[in-house]
């Protein structure tokens, strides 16, 4: 017996030591020689250059995230991209098809190359595939999140229904002054705004016949899948927000602190057609979640500065945060992984399949094949990409 707890205590006391020392390595904030030489190039290090290519690469992504996501919001009252139009349903799907590539291709990717980095610890970076495991969990969590808050938004919805109904029906006794008055019924009406919306709204309305006919509830045919549509684009809106802010500070700090304008000179085009695309189906979504226009704007806006404030962070922290240590590939890596499992979430469940699959696109075969062109369109493009960011 007191062999097996030898052997055992043994066995422990190994197991904390190679953990302590991976744990050191991979925290470790000394600098890696190689990534050095890899992040700036061979000899292309100019702090001033860099400083200025980053100051074009916030002013030239703000304007296009700003364009990007404030198309949708403000073609809502114009027939040609209102949403449901087929410009829109068809840009929508482009944006859809960046965002999923986003994910795979770029962010998955960057992930895998920081993860498996030499620099770092052989065990246990280099011997299990943490990228694609973190991004799992990450598109799992997105799901659960999705379906918590969804339920909130719909019980929150039925509170209000309710609320509504009973000042209704209180309002209705208290207008009436005997049993022969004139019929008075409570309607649950469809209200068309003009993005082609239709919200819930409860009224009294009257008629006379000479008959009574008591107080009844109307609730119109498909009313209930209007609202749990409209409960989904504000939930999706949010969720999408969420992820591609997420990301988006990433971006904006690998690029901030990075000191050469080789690394930095190819990703300002391609950041700001990814940030144009991403900004539209976020738009595209706020839109048909009908948020009011303060709220809509808020949200706008805080899309538009996330990936230049984050470039402006990293600029800040260049001339002391060490980008290319074990410590920093580390966090790097896992933000990149659980950015990359949100926004493959996104772009399959909350966007492709909703649109594709959800019965939404019940228009010509025409407009189904353009928006099936433009979402495979969107995917190669920002695939493309990679080529040279």
């Not at 009973?166 to 309002?171: I, L, Q, S």
């Not at 005997?178 to 919306?197: G, K, M, N, Y």
């Not at 926004?343 to 353009?370: C, H, N, S, W």
């Amino acid at each position: 017996m007191v062999v097996v707890f030898a052997g055992f205590g043994r066995h422990i006391g190994e197991l904390l030591s190679k953990s302590s020392g991976f744990i050191a390595g991979s925290l470790s904030a000394a600098t890696c020689a190689d990534e050095v030489e890899k992040a700036e190039g061979a000899g292309c290090r100019d702090d001033a250059a860099a400083l200025r290519l980053k100051w074009v690469a916030m002013a030239a992504i703000l304007v296009a995230g700003v364009m990007g996501v404030g198309l949708p919001l403000v073609g809502r009252k114009r027939r040609a991209v209102r949403t449901g139009s087929a410009v829109f349903v068809t840009a929508k799907a482009f944006a859809a098809g960046v965002i999923l590539a986003t994910g795979f291709v770029h962010m998955l990717h960057d992930s895998e190359h920081a993860l498996s980095n030499p620099c770092l610890p052989a065990a246990p970076w280099h011997r299990f595939p943490f990228p694609g495991f973190v991004a799992m969990l990450a598109a799992l969590a997105t799901l659960v999140l999705d379906v918590l808050v969804t339920r909130f938004y719909e019980s929150k919805h039925r509170a209000e229904v309710a609320r509504v109904k009973a000042d209704a029906a209180a309002a209705l006794a208290a207008s009436t002054t005997s049993a022969s008055a004139s019929d008075e019924d409570i309607t649950v009406v469809t209200v068309v705004e003009e993005d082609e919306h239709k919200a819930p709204l409860l009224q009294p309305h009257s008629h006379s016949h000479g008959h009574s006919h008591g107080n009844n509830l109307v609730q119109p045919e498909g009313l209930e899948g209007e609202v749990s549509d409209h409960v989904r684009s504000v939930v999706v809106s949010q969720i999408l927000e969420m992820g591609i802010v997420s990301h988006s500070v990433i971006i904006g700090l690998s690029l901030g602190v990075s000191r050469s304008p080789c690394t930095i000179r190819p990703l300002v085009a391609a950041l700001s057609f990814h940030q144009f695309f991403e900004g539209f189906a976020l738009g595209g979504c706020i839109a048909q979640a009908q948020f009011k226009n303060l709220s809509a704007a808020l949200m706008a806006s805080f899309f538009a500065i996330t990936t230049p404030t984050g470039i402006a962070a990293g600029a800040g922290l260049a001339s002391f945060y060490n980008a290319n240590s074990p410590r920093a590939l580390v966090v790097e890596g896992v933000l990149d992984a659980v950015s990359a499992g949100i926004l493959i979430y996104m772009a399959l469940v909350d966007l492709i399949a909703a649109d594709f699959l959800g019965g939404k696109m019940t228009e010509t075969p025409r407009q189904q094949l353009m928006a099936y062109v433009a979402l495979f369109l969107g995917a190669l493009s920002m695939s493309s990409l990679a080529i040279w960011a």
